[in-house]
């Protein structure tokens, strides 16, 4: 890793001398002690060094100047310390990783890096599904202050059955957000995610589904079970289910009809009206509130509009919390229609749902949203699998946008592949956020 600044190009080992590693100041102490240390050692054993010190010092001053000498002495003294402190640290990093030769990094770079994210801007992701976790990936790499705040009203496939037999919170979006916020893809992260395809009881389930739910039952809660399991992976920041009530989706078709269960209200086939949810009253998650209150930045999205996104605001505290936030807002927009949930939605149709639902919980002189980021390049080879789902790229109606007050950020969001698939690259999101954020603290 270099340092660049103002165009001139450091030595790797010139990152100790940036500001903010809170590593010089207890460089100085050290030696200091050391000096006093030695000082006292003199007094203890009635040595008298200083007095042959001064006298040598003295006859090498009448051999060659004493400034040069001094100076370099002083370096040279400082060179043998700092080294001698570097490797000590290097030792002790070493023998807590057993894999040592994962650290490619130098210290001053590891030390560094973390105190760039430690002062990331305090960052609030609100969703679920593999949307929310595909955007923690990248953020994740601005910032440690992050806090993602995970729908549960997941009631199919390993989490639905957990649910169901266990009394736990589906625990299967919660997994993907820990593993995404991981620090390192290491053997536990990929030991976390790792889905058991065979065994009597077995299959389906993931080892992370079943490690959460065996914490939950050590723990009491969800909440301190997430905590500590987050421990064992190195989590960047904190996930917290929107949540601890048993919360059940039901949706309010346009027909009139009722659907209940989250992964039913897809399968209707008919235009969502209203989402709900049972009971009605869901208390909040402690910390939430706090964290959007303090937030710099809120991101909604990507994911389902109604079942990952939506489904947070049922949460009257998490709705209220967003509307009074002081935060710049930003909503990432899915690239193409859902079929069941979003079939030839808009962007703005997408804002408009979500405003709907937190339309009771407005607070007069602030917005709910400030922009939405929408993906402006679909690939030209796109899959046929979309068509044949009736799946589309979501129509980006500026003027529709503009007349709501919402800003329009269009960039390209998308993985590069050859098959014609939408998938969106954490990096870009998360750069594309970033700057956006960067440009409205300038306005």
């Not at 002690?33 to 042959?52: R, V």
């Not at 990929?190 to 065994?199: A, D, H, N, V």
């Not at 009491?220 to 987050?230: F, H, L, N, T, Y």
């Not at 947070?312 to 899915?334: E, G, P, R, T």
Request: proline residues 4%; positive net charge.
């Amino acid at each position: 890793m270099k340092i660049f600044h103002k165009n001139v190009k450091l030595p790797k080992d010139a990152i100790w001398l940036v500001p903010g590693l809170k590593v010089k100041r207890w460089f100085l102490l050290s030696i200091l002690g050391s000096l006093l240390a030695c000082l006292g050692a003199t007094f203890l054993f009635k040595l008298e060094p200083l007095e042959y010190i001064v006298n040598g010092a003295k006859e090498l001053v009448h051999i060659v100047p004493p400034e040069p000498v001094g100076i370099v002495f002083i370096l040279i003294g400082i060179v043998f310390f700092f080294l001698a402190w570097k490797k000590t640290n290097f030792s002790m990093i070493e023998a807590e990783d057993t894999e040592a030769n994962r650290i490619k990094d130098s210290m001053g770079e590891i030390l560094y890096r973390k105190m760039k994210l430690n002062h990331g801007p305090k960052i609030v992701a609100i969703g679920g599904g593999t949307g929310l976790s595909t955007l923690l990936k990248g953020i994740k790499k601005l910032t440690n202050n992050i806090t993602a705040v995970v729908t549960v009203g997941d009631d199919g496939g390993s989490s639905g059955i957990l649910r169901e037999q266990m009394g736990v919170l589906p625990p299967g979006d919660i997994r993907n957000c820990i593993a995404a916020l991981a620090d390192d893809d290491n053997i536990v992260t990929k030991l976390f995610q790792y889905r058991f395809q065979s065994g009597e009881g077995l299959g389906g389930h993931s080892f992370g589904n079943l490690f959460i739910t065996a914490m939950t039952a050590i723990c009491g809660d969800m909440v301190s079970a997430i905590k500590e399991s987050s421990k064992v992976l190195l989590v960047r920041g904190r996930v917290l289910p929107a949540t601890c009530d048993d919360m059940k989706l039901y949706a309010k078709m346009e027909d009139d009809s009722i659907v209940k269960g989250e992964s039913n209200i897809p399968e209707a086939g008919k235009r969502i009206i209203q989402l709900m949810s049972e009971p009605k009253d869901l208390r909040v998650t402690p910390d939430i509130v706090e964290a959007i209150h303090n937030a710099d930045i809120i991101i909604m999205g990507p994911g389902s509009l109604y079942t990952s996104v939506i489904s947070n605001f049922l949460v009257k505290d998490i709705a209220k919390a967003v509307w009074a936030a002081k935060a710049k807002k930003i909503y990432v927009c899915n690239a193409m229609t859902q079929p069941g949930e979003t079939d030839n939605y808009s962007v703005s149709d997408h804002i408009k749902a979500i405003l709907n639902h937190v339309k009771d919980y407005k607070v007069e002189g602030k917005t709910f949203l400030d922009a939405v980021l929408v993906n402006n390049s679909i690939p030209k080879n796109l899959s046929e699998k979309y068509e044949k789902s009736d799946s589309l790229p979501v129509e980006i109606d500026i003027t529709e946008l503009r007349q709501m007050g919402i800003e329009v950020y269009q960039k390209n969001l998308l993985q590069d592949n050859k098959e014609g698939l939408i998938r969106h690259n954490c990096d870009k999101i998360a750069k594309a956020i970033y700057v956006w954020y960067k440009k409205r603290l300038r306005k």
